[in-house]
């Protein structure tokens, strides 16, 4: 009994660390590629959260970039009210 479950104990190390090494292996086969592929995607998108600012626990400042027009939105205490226009990335 104590053989068989020793046994046992080494064969689920081994499938697991066979497990984790394949993982490793696909990862580094495809993984460039296919974070390049998901960068192409990012990139063609419209909308976009540029940066956001904590103010205080029930408040934050979000600047949004729709169609190269930034938006300077303030988030907080269940609705949402636009603070003002940020200007244009190339002016």
Do not use: H, N
């Not at 939105?73 to 990335?89: D, H, N, Q, T, Y």
Request: net charge positive.
């Amino acid at each position: 009994m104590f053989l068989a479950d020793v046994f046992r104990v080494v064969a689920g190390l081994a499938v697991t660390l066979g497990l984790i090494g394949l993982a490793v292996v696909a990862l580094r086969r495809f993984g460039p590629e296919t974070i390049r592929r998901l960068s192409a995607q990012r990139a063609s998108r419209r909308l976009a959260v540029v940066e956001t600012l904590v103010l205080d626990p029930s408040r934050r400042l979000v600047l949004v970039r729709c169609d190269e027009e930034e938006r300077l939105i303030l988030l907080g205490e269940g609705r949402v009210i636009p603070a003002a226009s940020a200007p244009s990335p190339e002016s």
